[in-house]
């Protein structure tokens, strides 16, 4: 029988590749495709886009609010290690989304140049750093998950 804390880590785990893949539709279709647009349809996609975001926040929270529960609620059999590198790539991803890709979203709303704007270009350029995080944070979950299922055997 699968246990409290291995459940809450399995569920943990699900939110974190949920989240990736929206990173991952950012990074490798959205911003990248707001540059076909001209700057009406810009205007418009990006207002559009910009009311969505806060469906993503609320796992977005609960994703960081669930990687700090982990460092004291854990199964057993958690590598110390993995407790520490998750919560290590959760809070560089908020901090750089609070500092840089999220504030850049939203200064393309009142910048008038739309999918020729210079803010376009820095998240195109960087947002791979966001990915990469999130990317890590969920493959880190997914070896704990592995070494604690094994654990149960």
Not at 98 to 109: H, K, N, P, T, Y
Request: proline share 4%; glycine share 4%.
């Amino acid at each position: 029988m699968t246990d409290a804390k291995t459940i809450f880590l399995l569920a943990n785990l699900a939110l974190a590749f949920g989240i990736a893949g929206f990173v991952w539709a950012h990074q490798v279709e959205i911003f990248r495709s707001w540059r076909l647009m001209d700057a009406k349809s810009f205007r418009a996609v990006h207002a559009a886009h910009w009311q969505m975001l806060p469906i993503w926040v609320v796992p977005i929270g609960f994703g960081l609010a669930g990687s700090i529960a982990l460092t004291w609620y854990h199964p057993a059999a958690t590598p110390a290690w993995a407790i520490w590198a998750s919560l290590l790539c959760q809070v560089l991803t908020q901090m750089l989304t609070l500092s840089s890709w999220g504030r850049w979203q939203a200064q393309l709303r009142t910048d008038n140049r739309g999918p020729d704007s210079p803010v376009l270009d820095k998240l195109i350029r960087t947002h791979w750093l966001r990915a990469f995080l999130v990317s890590a944070y969920a493959a880190i979950l997914f070896v704990w998950t592995m070494a604690v299922l094994r654990s149960h055997t």
